[in-house]
């Protein structure tokens, strides 16, 4: 679950946010990863109490339209998630091997190791998280490692992480930093890894004590990833702050920039960059692969074997990723401006996930005595409102530099009030406003 606070994506923005921002906002960071935790321990919650997963209690919740909407939803997010991971992955290993490899061959080579990673699964869940923690571990070190190397100013850090500070010249990383924390396929994944544990569902006692350990474990793992991030965001503070080339620096250069500013040392930092950018990017392909097994077979219904399902879901996001790797191998900035399209793609698929799960845990028909009480929905509610206004803004922001003309104006006119009904009519369904509007409807038609 903390893989997608973790992924090349999120990396990318905490590069940029501390390049640009310094340690400004890692106050955000901070408490944009509690909102976070949030989010996964309601998945856990769900999970837990009801013995199923998100995407299955969706298609029992929703008529069929509104389910196959947000099946493809689901999917078109997983794909562009999988595209930034597989990306970063192969960018890792394109650093790793010198430059002899170039993307498209990095990209083949994720893909195939990631079906040898989920074959651990068949001895046991055990031994996939052992694989993951390893993963985790070696980003850790990494990170931690460049972090010692860089020796950033530890009165700038705690201020950074006490005192929140945010000005018209970094809206745009902070509101990068925010709308990295809730990836949909995670919410979807969460709600289905907690079901490893055999728990009694008709026993209170087993699920409260089960979701009291589920709420410890998740806590620690956020942790680490928070800490993970902050590590990235400060040693790009410390090294391009306030410099020509902080604007510049992405996912892909990002290396190169780290080896000019701090040369060698023991260990090249190029090198030990490329190692932790390829933890993060093998760990979360194959979270992203688990997590459309989850996606696919619980809208739809599927009964196909693991493999089988495994192939399909992989096949969907390898395709494109590389298309995309032989289209934009040759330049850095157009990864750059790939990744901001990829990044909006995510913001929008945001509510499909955060407002269906939101709904069910609040629901006593699903939950039982587990459903979430009116304090915790109004602050559920609060940070899902957040959340979105948010990422609304990122949107604005991004299609009002992109989208010229009067014609792509109008279309996206369209796209908007059809995104917006659909977005309305998933919080209004179920609420007693709904019903009587529905009841009007009926009754001027009669």
């Not at 989010?39 to 008529?63: I, S």
Request: glycine content about 8%; charged content about 15%.
């Amino acid at each position: 679950m903390s893989i997608a606070f973790l992924d090349p994506g999120n990396l990318e923005g905490d590069l940029q946010a501390g390049a640009v921002a310094g340690d400004t906002l890692l106050w955000l960071l901070m408490w944009a990863t509690a909102m976070g935790l949030l989010v996964q321990l309601l998945a856990a919650r769900l999970g837990v109490a009801t013995g199923r997963h998100l995407a299955e209690l969706c298609r029992d919740e929703y008529p069929d339209w509104a389910r196959r909407a947000l099946w493809l939803m689901a999917e078109v997010a997983m794909v562009g998630a999988d595209i930034q991971e597989v990306i970063g992955s192969a960018i890792a290993i394109k650093i790793l091997s010198r430059g002899y490899l170039p993307l498209w061959a990095g990209v083949v080579i994720t893909a195939l190791d990631c079906f040898i990673f989920l074959s651990l699964e068949n001895y046991g869940v055990r031994k996939l998280e052992a694989v993951f923690a390893l993963l985790i571990t070696t980003m850790a070190v990494s990170f931690a490692w460049m972090f010692t190397d860089t020796k950033p100013n530890g009165k700038d850090l705690l201020i950074g992480i006490l005192v929140p500070k945010l000005s018209s010249r970094t809206i745009r990383q902070a509101v990068g930093v925010v709308g990295c924390v809730i990836m949909p396929h995670n919410v979807f994944l969460h709600s289905a890894l907690v079901q490893s544990r055999k728990i009694d569902q008709n026993k209170e006692y087993q699920v409260r004590e089960a979701l009291r350990y589920y709420s410890i474990e998740s806590t620690i793992a956020l942790v680490v990833s928070f800490m993970i991030n902050l590590f990235v965001t400060t040693v790009f503070a410390k090294g391009f702050y306030g410099s020509k080339e902080a604007g510049n620096i992405g996912l892909e250069n990002a290396g190169q920039y780290l080896q000019e500013k701090f040369g060698g040392g023991f260990f090249p930092i190029l090198y030990i960059w490329g190692i932790g950018l390829l933890a993060a990017g093998q760990s979360s392909t194959i979270t992203g692969t688990y997590a459309g097994q989850f996606i696919m077979g619980g809208f739809l219904n599927l009964r196909l074997k693991k493999w089988v399902r495994a192939l399909i879901t992989r096949s969907f996001a390898i395709v494109p990723t590389i298309t995309v790797a032989l289209f934009f191998d040759t330049s850095d900035s157009a990864l750059d401006i790939l990744n901001e399209w990829l990044n909006v793609l995510q913001s929008i698929q945001i509510p499909f996930a955060l407002i269906p799960l939101i709904t069910l845990v609040s629901k006593e028909q699903v939950m039982g005595v587990f459903k979430i009480g009116p304090n915790t929905q109004a602050v559920t509610w609060t940070v899902a409102t957040l959340l979105i206004t948010i990422n609304g803004y990122l949107l604005m922001d991004f299609f009002s530099s992109e989208i010229r003309g009067p014609l792509s104006g109008s279309l996206l006119c369209v796209a908007v009030l059809i995104y917006a009904s659909f977005v309305l009519y998933l919080i209004l369904r179920g609420t007693e406003l709904s019903e009587k509007i529905a009841k009007a409807i009926r009754g001027s038609f009669s």
